[in-house]
T-cell receptor, first 111, second 111 residues
Framework: AQRVTQPEKLLSVFKGAPVELKCNYS??????LFWYVQYSRQRLQLLLR??SRESIKGFTADLNKGETSFHLKKPFAQEEDSAMYYC?????????????FGQGTTLQVKP | DAGITQSPRHKVTETGTPVTLRCHQT?????MYWYRQDPGHGLRLIHY???????DKGEVSDGYSVSRSKTEDFLLTLESATSSQTSVYFC??????????FGPGTRLTVT
């Protein structure tokens, strides 16, 4: 079955500390992986996707097909990074765009 | 915000009553989605649409129906609301790069 697992419900770090939000998936085929973020009182929005290989707001994520993981990392956390983060996957190109979300991880960056 | 609005933004209703939530977009995106967000479950797909009058079920479609008579509007109906349908409902659209854009959400409470 297709599934996305985010094992941490809450991750609390101090400002300036490294951050890693874990995401594991199960999928037969070639999925496309995303990280979406929801800041307080804002809409859910795309943070990054694995095919673009971009670094957005200092965050990066590498798709590890062997470990079926797509962990989100940032070397130095900022207070404005505090938000809910969702890992999601969908089928490869030509799909209907149906997203399967993980349970979400709340990142709390303390001053 | 990809011009996505949802109405109403908040609603309290009684068990057994029908409820319709509206999603409106101004981007002319072909694909539209309804998700529900619940603690511990992340977002789960209820129904989606791939064009006018073309819809299909998602992961948690029981008790919900949808309609899309115009490109810009996607309606979600709870035929007979139950307490288990208390949730936050998000509408989304998808552009040609497979990025999804989310509405502000509707908080529904069924008493």
């Amino acid at each position: 079955a297709q599934r996305v697992t985010q094992p941490e419900k809450l991750l609390s770090v101090f400002k300036g500390a490294p951050v890693e939000l874990k995401c594991n998936y199960s999928y037969s085929g070639s999925p496309e992986l995303f990280w979406y973020v929801q800041y307080s009182r804002q809409r859910l929005q795309l943070l990054l996707r694995h095919i673009s290989r971009e670094s957005i707001k200092g965050f990066t994520a590498d798709l590890n097909k062997g470990e079926t993981s797509f962990h989100l990392k940032k070397p130095f956390a900022q207070e404005e990074d505090s938000a809910m983060y969702y890992c999601a996957l969908t089928h490869g190109s030509g799909n209907t765009g149906k997203l399967i979300f993980g349970q979400g991880t709340t990142l709390q960056v303390k001053p | 915000d990809a011009g996505i609005t949802q109405s109403p933004r908040h609603k309290v209703t009684e068990t057994g009553t029908p409820v319709t939530l509206r999603c409106h977009q101004t981007e002319n995106h072909r694909y539209m989605y309804w998700y529900r967000q619940d603690p511990g479950h992340g977002l789960r797909l209820i129904h989606y649409s791939y064009g006018v009058k073309d819809t299909d079920k998602g992961e948690v479609s029981d008790g919900y129906s949808v309609s899309r008579s115009k490109t810009e509007d996607f309606l979600l109906t709870l035929e007979s609301a139950t307490s288990s349908q208390t949730s936050v409902y998000f509408c989304a659209t998808m552009d040609s790069t497979y990025e999804q854009y989310f509405g502000p959400g509707t908080r529904l409470t069924v008493t």
